[in-house]
């Protein structure tokens, strides 16, 4: 019987480079899609007519050139560009032995329409995979996190036009090439899954733009243009270096039926196959026959060619990495009554304790659906983000005693642990996140993740020196013991 995590397992914690970087015109970076999105004030954003990861055609266009007054928070990060020597540092302190971090396409293709890339921006991410290195770091790159080129926008409304995929293939086979013998784990696109509900964020696309006959189809036919682009840059990353293993990953929503009623029992079912239609694709190679109807009821029209169904089952992922935060609840005639979460909001459950941001906390939601993926699929799991999003107070003695953290984290990885002795093949776990950096979601430094504070608010004030939290040296243990001591 096993017992606990092998002896190799991959113990972390992981960044995006939109969120944590900075130095947004420096090193000759052109803007990205996250650097025209705006900070804004919660009684604000609770009016919004689009999500705050979203932006408007006004907005894009305004935000663009500059001319528009506002906060842009993803434009300064955690200042990761100017310290990333001493971060990496910290990181080798606490005792990572691999760091997710994403690179910025707009760092290496400032425009993403050029044929050659930014040189500056290749050397950075170099000294980046160097400190790491040094500290005994596996790189765990991410190829697209949530950014792209705002050009890509501006002239292709991202995903949504096939031309994209020749950018960026031709993106990835520069840092591919260039990092060859630094990174040997990829994902290749972030949480695939966020386009369905966030199609600016997921896959850069306007929609006062779509050339598409709706809305729906755009956001289908930019997915499948992702998919597309992801098995040829698989195909291209085993013939540049065989020993590279190339992820897919999705945000899991992993849902309950509220009841056993067979109608909440279905629609429980047909929740979950749309959050892993994107691993059926990336793992199987091929769309599932469900997805067939759905496109049929919901008007989404596009065309997949044999030619594109050969490339899609020729270059499937060698490993699915998923973000777990919390679970859902689904309805077949919902309430009205609805639970905040990680990238949709549900049904509540009143079994579950939430947390500061009403998010559920289900430790044994993560260890069901750890089992249920790797019974699904049978292909290893690795875990790429999970963690507690709090707004964490910084002592004048420069103590942050996040308890509620620890607790919640504790919980997970025993969870996970238990998977592991369930059979289920993990190889590695990245903690949202190693250092306190812009949230996705709202733009906002106060909700902080990391096991290292940054002395910053939401406008940019502070000192941004670094703090350990009393979560550093619990997450320490956890690694030294591996997974031995919670």
């Not at 290749?122 to 995979?129: D, S």
């Not at 699915?320 to 639970?339: C, L, P, Q």
Request: glycine residues 8%; charged residues 25%.
């Amino acid at each position: 019987m096993i017992t606990g995590f092998p002896n190799d397992f991959l113990w972390g914690a992981a960044t995006a480079a939109n969120q944590v970087e900075g130095g947004y015109n420096e090193g000759g970076k052109g803007l990205s899609s996250f650097d025209v999105v705006p900070y804004y004030e919660p009684e604000i954003r609770k009016n919004l007519k689009v999500l705050t990861t979203d932006v408007t055609e006004e907005d894009f266009r305004k935000n663009k050139t500059g001319g528009a007054e506002g906060n842009f928070p993803k434009r300064r990060g955690s200042d990761f560009y100017h310290q990333y020597k001493e971060d990496i540092q910290l990181f080798g302190e606490l005792g990572l032995n691999v760091y997710r971090l994403s690179i910025s396409w707009a760092r290496i293709f400032p425009d993403g329409l050029s044929d050659e890339p930014n040189k500056e921006g290749l050397e950075f991410y170099k000294n980046v995979f160097s400190e790491c290195r040094k500290y005994g770091m596996e790189p765990l790159v991410t190829m697209s996190h949530y950014e792209m080129p705002v050009d890509i926008v501006d002239q292709l409304n991202g995903w949504e036009s096939k031309e994209t995929i020749h950018h960026f293939v031709r993106y990835a086979n520069v840092i591919l090439n260039e990092y060859k013998n630094d990174v040997t784990y990829w994902i290749i696109f972030n949480e695939l899954n966020m386009t369905v509900f966030s199609p600016y964020t997921g896959a850069g696309i306007l929609q006062e733009r779509i050339v598409s006959e709706n809305i729906e189809t755009a956001k289908y036919k930019a997915i499948h243009h992702q998919f597309l682009a992801a098995a040829k840059v698989t195909s291209i990353a085993r013939t540049i270096n065989p020993k590279f293993k190339i992820g897919c990953m999705i945000a899991r929503l992993e849902n309950y039926a509220a009841t056993c009623r067979p109608e909440d029992q279905f629609t429980a079912l047909q929740d979950d196959q749309l959050n892993c239609f994107f691993l059926d694709v990336s793992v199987r190679g091929k769309y599932p026959g469900y997805m067939t109807r759905y496109f049929a009821e919901h008007d989404i029209e596009f065309e997949i060619t044999e030619e594109e169904k050969r490339l899609l089952a020729s270059n499937t992922s060698d490993f699915i990495s998923f973000s777990f935060y919390n679970t859902y609840v689904a309805k077949y005639d919902d309430t009205g009554t609805r639970v905040s979460g990680n990238l949709v909001d549900s049904e509540p459950n009143p079994y579950l304790k939430t947390t500061e941001w009403n998010w559920p906390i289900d430790p044994l939601g993560f260890r069901i659906t750890l089992n249920r993926l790797y019974d699904k699929y049978q292909v290893p799991l690795f875990v790429a983000e999970n963690g507690l999003g709090a707004n964490d107070i910084l002592e004048e003695s420069g103590y942050v005693h996040d308890t509620y953290r620890i607790d919640y984290l504790r919980e997970h990885v025993a969870a996970m642990k238990e998977a592991v002795k369930d059979g289920v093949e993990i190889f590695g776990y990245t903690v949202w996140t190693a250092i306190d950096l812009v949230s996705c979601g709202t733009n906002e430094m106060s909700k902080r993740y990391g096991f290292i504070y940054v002395d910053a608010d939401n406008y940019g004030n502070g000192s941004y020196k670094r703090f350990k939290k009393d979560s550093f040296s619990w997450y320490q243990k956890v690694i030294k013991s591996n997974g031995e001591i919670l």
